[in-house]
């Protein structure tokens, strides 16, 4: 990657140059996470010349650890490079890296890392071109370079800016062992890493040979990366508080956190340092918000449940993926209550403890589809829905990338409070029961979900043999159970060889066939 035929006084920079890369697919290994790797180089703007020995400072903004602040002062070497190592305990941040020139005006650059289980960046390059004291040379080399773009990021096009018409002689090293000795080459890449590029010209002055060098840093990221985000209104006008999660969806439509971003009084949400990949991101309001309980979380394409997302396809940087929050139906006041509980439990079998799905959004819909409010699990995993009338109510657990029933809830003036809604969250499938024992029909299933074993009891006994049939959710039968004699009212089927998940309970009595909606857990 870095070509081993240096000079002697370019050792030391190449030698920082290669604990950068080290380190760099360390990280990836997992051996030394958290660290972020700044480096840059500062130039005479007018002469192409490095300038040593020159101010650069370095300071965190936005990370999401806010305690981890973060502030240096570091000088350029005699190649007018420098070199940082920041070890933060934030996940994702932005650093600020500036420097001033000879009339003391600032210039800087904003630049963002992140790490996390699917995506990582942690290397930071940043250049300058600025006005300082200069001692003039005779001969100085300069060139520029410009990564293509438009998918190909590993060509990368090199131009000689030297200013003298007189050059013989071009040499071009690109840091991967490869040379070159075109005046303004074209370079493809064969692999990520970090890349110490040098220049070499030559000219005859007086039937001297005359002859210089500069070297300049090459970055290719192990991924692509992007910026991306955009407004988040209410009816007419950007929200003031809340927040939008970003989730990476697969190709086996399987969905994975990535970030949060907290929502500021213009509306705006933003994310950075983003691989190229389709995503979905959410938004809904801050507690605290002026529209809290006016509207609903809502998904990029203005869309209330993840299914019907628009998802993004993120190929560039952007920030027009815009968001309108969809507003809560009206419903009648009354002195109904709806209480429950949602939990997490994908934990081995055996063990008792759960986890509750906190800030998990929950829906209350009545009979007629109509979204009336929206309530977010607390601490403890507990839902809320009060001061409604008296009715019928369907509750809706609405999680990204979780398959979901509605739970039905039935609210009279005799009996206005529920209290024994109870939703279990396996891997990506959420089933919920009202109480211990669901009817379904003129039948009770239970227990539901189930670990072992699941019990379908009927009112009265069957009159003919019955076939049932275990369905996942893409359609494919994994169990059949058949035939069921006749002359019982209550049938045992063995699912301890299951694995977890949603699945359709299908039986039919040779006139007609009915499905109902089990969850497997373990």
Wanted: aromatic share 14%.
């Amino acid at each position: 990657m870095i070509n081993l035929k240096l000079p002697y006084v370019k050792v030391k920079t190449w030698l920082l140059v290669l604990v950068l890369v080290v380190n760099a697919f360390a990280l990836k290994a997992g051996i030394e996470p958290n660290k972020v790797f700044v480096s840059g180089q500062v130039l005479h703007v007018k002469y192409g010349g490095p300038i040593p020995n020159h101010p650069v400072t370095i300071c965190s903004r936005n990370g999401s650890d806010v305690r981890g602040y973060y502030y240096k002062e570091i000088f350029t070497n005699d190649e007018g490079y420098f070199f940082d190592t920041i070890v933060t305990n934030d996940k994702s941040g932005t650093y600020v890296i500036s420097t001033r020139d000879k009339f003391n005006e600032s210039f800087e650059k904003t630049l963002h890392f992140r790490f996390g289980e699917i995506i990582y960046s942690n290397i930071m390059l940043c250049n300058f071109a600025i006005d300082a004291p200069y001692q003039f040379k005779p001969l100085q080399a300069r060139f520029k370079y410009v990564q293509k773009a438009g998918g190909d990021r590993f060509r990368f096009y090199f131009f000689d800016q030297t200013t003298n018409p007189d050059i013989i002689f071009w040499k071009w090293s690109f840091g991967d062992g490869t040379t070159s000795s075109e005046r303004n080459p074209e370079h493809v890449y064969s692999r990520p890493g970090l890349f110490q590029v040098s220049l070499t010209v030559n000219l005859i002055v007086n039937s001297q040979l005359l002859s210089n060098t500069i070297t300049q840093l090459v970055y290719i990221s192990q991924l692509e990366y992007h910026h991306f985000g955009g407004h988040v209104f209410s009816e007419e006008m950007p929200i003031d508080l809340g927040f939008a999660y970003l989730y990476l969806k697969d190709s086996a439509n399987h969905f994975f956190p990535i970030d949060t971003a907290r929502i500021d009084t213009l509306g705006y949400y933003y994310f950075y340092q983003i691989p190229a990949s389709d995503y979905v991101v959410k938004s809904e309001l801050n507690k605290n918000s002026v529209y809290a309980g006016r509207l609903l979380p809502t998904y990029y394409g203005d869309q209330l449940f993840w299914q019907e997302a628009r998802s993004i396809h993120l190929d560039h940087t952007s920030w027009e993926y815009d968001i309108r929050l969809k507003p809560m139906d009206e419903y009648m006041p009354g002195n109904g209550y709806i209480e429950g509980h949602i939990e997490y439990d994908n934990l081995p079998k055996g063990t008792v403890d759960t986890r509750p799905a906190v800030g998990a959004n929950i829906f209350l819909i009545d009979e007629d589809d109509h979204m009336l409010m929206c309530s977010n699990a607390n601490d403890m995993g507990v839902f809320v829905f009060g001061d409604m009338e008296t009715t019928s109510y369907w509750v809706y657990p609405e999680i990204t990338g979780v398959l979901a029933e509605k739970i039905k809830v039935d609210l009279s003036d005799e009996n206005p409070n529920a209290t024994g809604i109870h939703i279990t969250v396996v891997e990506d499938v959420a089933s919920g029961v009202n109480d211990e024992l669901v009817s379904i029909g003129q039948e009770l299933i239970f227990p539901n979900p189930a670990s072992d074993a699941i019990t379908v009891q009927f009112n009265t006994k069957l009159n003919q043999p019955l076939d049932i049939e275990l369905y996942n959710t893409q359609g494919k039968l994994v169990k059949s159970y058949f035939p069921i004699a006749y002359s019982t009212n209550s049938v045992n089927l063995d699912v301890s060889d299951v694995e977890t998940g949603m699945y359709l309970l299908q039986y039919h009595d040779g006139k007609t066939s009915k499905s109902y909606r089990i969850v497997v857990t373990r």
